[in-house]
Structure formats: C-alpha cells, structure tokens
C-alpha cells in the first residue's frame, strides 16, 4: 500500500509538472492570456489553473501586473532553455536582414518586442548610423505608450490581447495619461498598417511596421528619424517602403526557420 501511495503521489507530481509546462509554454506562444483562456486550452478546471499559475508567480516565471486580468512570462524564464529562446532565435534570423536594410536607409532601425508592460530592444543599428541622436542598445526597454512599435503590434493581436494591455495602459500610474493617445494610435494603426510616435520633447520621431508570422504579431520594425528632416508625407514616400519590404523579408525568414 506504501508503494502504490508513492506511485500515486508521483504521478500527480509529474501531471502537475507537465501541467505547468504546457501553461508556460502557451502563454510562451500567444502571449499574456487570462486564467479562462489557459484553462479552456489546457483542458483543467479554472481553480486548478490558477493553483499553477500563483506557484509560477512565486517560482519567479510569470507576472500579472497590478490590475491585469492576464498573465506575462518574465525574463527568469530564460533560464528554462540554453540559448534557445524565441528572442534569441528572432534576434539571430533578422540581423543581417535589419543591417543590409539600415546601410540602405542610413536612419537607424530598431527590431523591438513586448516583454510585459514594456518594449525590450532586440536589435538596434543606432551606434552606427550616421544619422542617429540616441545611441539605446540592445536590452533598452521603453514603456509601450513611448514606441510606435507597440502600437503597431497592438493593432495586429488579438482583440482579447489588444484590450488587457490598453486596460494595464490605462490603470498604470505611470502611463495613464498617455492612455487616450495611446489608444487612438493602435487604433490609426490597425486601418493605415504602420504608426508614427514622438516622445514628447524629443527630436526624433519613430516610424514602425509590425512583423507577423503565422498571423501573429511578433516584433515591431522601427525607423527614427529626425523629426524636422522629414515630414510625415515625406517618411511614408521614403522610409515606410524600406520598413514594409524588411518587414516582409524578416517575415518570411522567420517563417522558414520554424520549419526547419
């Protein structure tokens, strides 16, 4: 009886270990995601889901900021895999393309992804472009109301997806001024298919496409420019075709090396 009690304990460890797995694993692959939708793709019951999802939050591998209904990886998740990440396998795929892009286009150009609350910084040619005011590196992060690339990818996700990141816009301190602007550019975005953005008092203004790969919006594609060297009409006529031609590159670069 012993034996079998192990047995039994064993398995419900390992069914719970395998449970978790598979959540970290589909937020890993649609991004922030409530505890109705885990449990309905996982197939367990709400409270069982939830049970998980606080042990992950004490275990430091994901987040659910301050009135979100959704939950986040974090970065600790990193430590799960050796070198193999979807940031890292995203970054090593699109440099090359973003550089060839950049030496043609001088302005800098900038691949970004959402990692929570916040736009991390992948891939920047900032350093060398001639034409560059800030020098921010790899790892930089930017609130989301701040990039053009959020809004962009904002407005390529899912409704429920875009919705829970405006809600954590709106009801964060820190960025719930901006949440009325914010909004209204993922909203241009999703019928013009880019966005502009310009931090308040900077010189530079941002101009971005999303990168989307099997439907989904991965990444962000930014050029900066200096905001009195180009005009907006002007920007569409001569940047955004570079951004959607790399953007569509990068694409299906992506696409192919998830095949392979």
């Not at 986040?72 to 090593?92: V, W």
């Not at 951004?243 to 992506?254: V, Y």
């Amino acid at each position: 009886m012993a034996d079998a009690k192990g047995e039994d304990g064993g398995t419900k460890t390992l069914q719970t270990v395998s449970r978790a797995m598979a959540i970290l694993e589909l937020i890993s692959r649609d991004g922030p995601l409530n505890v109705t939708s885990i449990s309905r793709v996982i197939g367990i019951s709400r409270s069982a889901t939830l049970r998980i999802l606080k042990t992950l939050i004490v275990s430091g591998h994901v987040a659910k900021p301050r009135n979100a209904r959704t939950y986040f990886l974090t970065e600790r998740i990193l430590t799960l895999s050796s070198g193999y990440t979807r940031n890292n396998i995203l970054a090593k795929v699109t440099e090359p393309i973003i550089r060839n892009a950049a030496q043609r286009l001088l302005w800098p150009m900038v691949l970004t992804v959402p990692v929570g609350p916040e736009m991390l910084v992948l891939i920047t040619t900032e350093p060398e472009s001639p034409l560059a005011l800030q020098r921010m590196t790899a790892g930089y992060r930017m609130a989301l109301p701040d990039t053009a690339s959020a809004r962009v990818i904002l407005a390529q996700s899912r409704p429920e997806v875009c919705d829970e990141y405006l809600t954590f816009v709106r009801q964060s301190p820190g960025t719930a001024s901006q949440a009325g602007v914010f909004e209204g550019g993922v909203m241009r975005a999703r019928k013009d298919g880019f966005a502009f953005h310009q931090v308040q008092g900077s010189r530079e203004k941002s101009l971005a496409v999303a990168i989307v790969v099997g439907g989904t919006a991965v990444a962000g594609l930014t050029a900066r420019f200096i905001a009195s060297a180009l005009t907006d009409s002007k920007a569409q006529e001569t940047v955004l075709p570079v951004l959607q031609s790399t953007g569509s590159r990068i694409s299906d670069a992506l696409a192919s090396a998830s095949t392979t």
